[in-house]
């Protein structure tokens, strides 16, 4: 049977109240690569079960979906464009975010790999179980904006001048306060300076077996590293 480089999937939720309401979905899952720079209200399902090769999906400049839901092992690069609501990661998808803009959330389920480098996220970063490396862009325009990490999951942040609660910290990892679920945590708000030259100032929770590291600029590290050769040296 040949196959077909796109299968669309129709979904339709009616609800209980007022007129009925379609969602349609775009369904990648052929083991090819697939640019999207055209502008569609349906949301993105990606799948990885159907080839040897994985799934790739480009969202480019121009590009416009309503959500973007990567899984298995396929690969998302965001290189321009707009996610309408969420980017929802999940199982062993990676995924390459550098420019562009997700209108809600990004998430990052099981053991789903996202790369932020720049572009803007309006609400928060969650991570739950999944890494999430963030070394440039903006998150969120609103006081409660935040950084979420559970299910031991685990974000790293690039940069420098880290501040918790406007108090200068160190780098390393940043653990539950109370060893609680994150929403029973205390608000706490970063502050600093990411790799890109951006900043950062969210407030965070983080769940017990969860994790937030710090991670110093290249040029802070190679100080941090000269500091460390001459402090054997006099030694």
């Known amino acids: 049977m040949r196959k077909r480089s796109l299968i669309i999937y129709v979904i339709v939720v009616v609800l209980c109240f007022g007129l009925p309401k379609a969602e ?17 209200t349906e949301g993105v399902f990606v799948r990885d079960d159907a ?35 969420s980017l929802v990661a999940e199982g062993n998808s990676n995924i390459t975010f550098s420019s562009g803009s997700i209108g809600d959330k990004l998430y990052a389920f099981d053991s789903s790999n996202v790369i932020v480098s720049g572009g803007s996220i309006g609400d928060e970063i ?25 299910d031991r999951g685990h974000l790293i942040i ?30 706490r708000r970063l502050t600093g300076t990411l790799l890109s030259g951006d900043q950062i100032d969210n407030v965070f929770y983080i769940n017990e077996g969860s994790s937030i590291t710090l991670i110093p600029e290249p040029a802070t590290l190679l100080l941090l590293g000269l500091g460390a050769v001459m402090l054997r040296k006099k030694r």
């Open 24 to 40: 349609a979905y775009i369904y990648f899952n052929d083991g090819q690569t697939h640019n999207i720079d055209y502008i569609t």
């Open 51 to 85: 080839s040897d090769n994985a799934t790739t999906v480009n969202l480019l400049s121009g590009g416009e979906v309503r959500d973007l839901v990567p899984k298995d092992n396929s690969i998302i690069t965001v290189s321009g464009g707009l996610i309408a609501d």
């Open 126 to 150: 969650n991570s739950y179980g999944g890494l999430i490396t963030v070394s440039g862009g903006s998150i969120g325009t609103s006081l409660i904006a935040g950084l979420n990490c559970a």
């Open 158 to 187: 690039e940069g420098s001048n880290f501040a918790i609660d406007g108090v200068p910290v160190g780098y390393g990892e940043l653990h539950s306060v109370l060893g609680d679920v994150w929403s029973m945590e205390p608000d």
